[in-house]
């Protein structure tokens, strides 16, 4: 396992670690953009208050409710959306070491939808929410990836890539963007020499 990544049980183990768990949701779309550059899959993350992009979710105490109950309820309270996360949604789990004295255990979590429910997830997030304009930024909210380079190769996924991302979400994103076949290796090796250049 890379460093840092620990399973489920060693995590729920730590006594007096704070728990946070967040989810990536995605789905399989026929889209075009313009109508000629496939879009392949809506990649779900959220652009917070603080202006950094994240995934949904949040901070759980596992003394009051399972870690997945704990994301559900995030769900519900960031995206007005109704979704039951299980045990087998589970990605990966990372302690962060601190300065602080309570270390931050993040778990990550993955559900892959249809298309239809993710465009339901959308519009939810962007209505009905009840966290919406508070924990999320009132005018963004949810953000789709675009997973694919526009000619030139800065838009699209490299310029998404050189935004500033929260925690360790970036790595989580990079992980699970090859790990789930959303993006190839190469693809995202490109693109993050892309984004490299960028900010620089
Ligand atoms: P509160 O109202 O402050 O409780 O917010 P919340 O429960 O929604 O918590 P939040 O989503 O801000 O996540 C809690 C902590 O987890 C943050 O302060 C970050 O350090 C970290 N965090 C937030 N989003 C992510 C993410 O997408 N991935 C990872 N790895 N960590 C995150
Ligand atoms: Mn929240
Ligand atoms: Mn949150
Ligand atoms: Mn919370
Ligand atoms: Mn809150
Ligand atoms: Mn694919």
């Not at 959308?122 to 009840?130: H, L, N, P, Q």
């Not at 790595?171 to 020499?193: C, K």
Request: with cysteine.
């Amino acid at each position: 396992m890379a460093s840092g990544q620990l399973s489920r049980e060693e995590a729920l183990a730590c006594v007096g670690c704070r728990h946070a768990c967040h989810i990536l949701l995605y789905a399989d779309t026929e889209a075009q953009l313009f109508e000629e550059i496939p879009i392949r899959h809506i990649v779900l993350m959220q652009m917070r208050f603080d202006g950094l992009l994240g995934f949904p979710g949040g901070l759980v105490d596992p003394s009051e409710e399972s870690l997945e109950e704990g994301l559900s309820r995030e769900l519900w309270e960031e995206l007005g959306f109704s979704l039951s996360v299980t045990l087998e949604d589970h990605v990966s789990s990372c302690h962060n070491p601190s300065s602080s004295s309570s270390h931050l255990i993040t778990h990550f979590y993955a559900r892959r939808m249809e298309e239809k429910e993710i465009r339901e997830v959308e519009k939810a997030a962007a209505s009905t929410a009840t966290d919406h304009g508070h924990e999320v930024a009132i005018v963004m909210g949810m953000v789709r990836l675009p997973l694919y380079t526009l000619k030139g190769g800065e838009g699209g996924l490299p310029s998404f890539l050189s935004h500033s991302f929260i925690g360790n979400s970036r790595s989580q994103l990079e992980d699970s963007l090859v790990r789930f076949g959303l993006v190839t290796p190469e693809e995202l090796q490109t693109a993050l020499t892309h984004a490299e250049q960028r900010r620089k």
